[in-house]
């Protein structure tokens, strides 16, 4: 490094100062809204993935993938300031660092991966949708257009509450959403929404110190939700019933250094949690990933992950990842589309606009990779190809249709 020419080496700190400010800022914006950026599952139980931050000549984010439940990941995709994933189309979208803030989508699992766009702001996550992507950020505008635009929720109920975003936490379905706020008189109190955040109803008030401290996330069972309050012993508070009893259930995980971010995402089961700990500010190859099956009341560390190296990372080749996709051709397209499916299952095709509305289904045989759907009586705009089979939706894919 230091026989590069000045200019390079000047060129080199600029570009880790801008991508290290990003990723404060993304980091920073996923706390105080509590939408998990860093850390997400998938629908195999064990399978995760996540992001280990390391810091070289370069400020870079590996995305891992575990198939056992965190203990051991493999590096597949690097320059990665976010990870999401939404289980019910099995799409990952990525935010990659460029020469611009991007988004990725993959449709196969992460084997391929295509553009999405750019979103603003930071702190959106996807949420419950059979049918199509829908978003919610942290002031709880929803995108029901692929990010596209985003529209103002009334949130009736809240008026007079203190502008903590931090509190926000989603639901079981696409128009739930629950907020533990404080308001100017001093009260607080866990809210739920069932109407995409136009009105709130309380189901319990609450200790001062939650609203204004605590950290609220969803967990697995519909009504499981926790509040990890932001004190020294950082106590883990659990419901059951949305928020209308609560009981301590345990510690959050301390690691053995000082870090000063962490993320809370849940298993595949009632009372199965993970939490990621890591460093944004000051040495950011410490990570921790810790392990609860029992509502938070013990954890286990599962990974201590040290830095991984270049050549250590198989770019989207990674043989431990499912490899299972569609191929639509031609996309974009202003009629026709053929679906290569990649074995002979059987079966069912929906085709979706971007409302979530289902406009064309087609039944899978069993007997043929080629499938066909005509849209040339469809307005322009983006539609989502679903593939089922048995209740599963296996992959989903994105088409453009031009006019």
Known sequence: MNNLPARTRSGKLILHLVVSILLVIILINS???????????????????????YEDDEFIGWLAFSTDYGQTAQVFKDSILAVRYQPDLNVIILNVFHDENDYVISNDSGQTFSPFGRSNPFS??????????????????????????????????????????????????SSDCAVLTDFNNGTSGFYFSESYCDSFYATADLDNSWGATGFLYTGYEPGEYYV?????????????????????????????????????EPGWEAGEL???????????????????????????????????YPNAVSENNSSSLPTFSIQIFPNPTNSMVTIQIPDYSPGNLLLFDNLGRSVQSKTICGRAHYYSMDLKNYPSGFYWVRYTDKNRTLAAKQILLLK
Not at 33 to 46: E, F, K, L
Not at 239 to 259: A, F, I, K, M, Q
Not at 284 to 301: G, H, I, R
Request: with cysteine.
């Open 228 to 264: 990890v309050v932001n004190s020294q012993e950082q106590p883990i508070f659990c419901t059951t019933d949305t928020g209308r009893t609560w009981n301590e259930s345990g510690r959050c995980p301390l690691p053995p250094e000082y870090v000063d971010f962490f993320e809370m």
């Open 124 to 173: 959106w996550e996807l949420i419950p949708s059979r049918d199509s992507i829908i978003a919610i950020n942290s002031h709880s505008r929803y995108s029901r257009d692929s990010l596209f635009t985003w529209n103002q929720s009334r949130k009736a109920g809240l008026e007079g509450r203190t502008d903590h975003d931090r509190t926000q936490a989603l639901g079981w379905s």
């Open 31 to 53: 706390a105080l809204a509590v939408i998990n950026t860093q850390i997400a599952r998938t629908n195999t139980p064990g399978h995760l993935y996540f992001i280990k931050d």
């Open 274 to 308: 993970f939490i990621l700990w890591k460093n944004v500010y000051i040495d950011t190859s410490l990570f921790y990933l810790y392990y609860s099956n029992d509502f938070a009341q013990t954890w286990e560390l599962k990974n201590s992950m040290a830095d991984p």
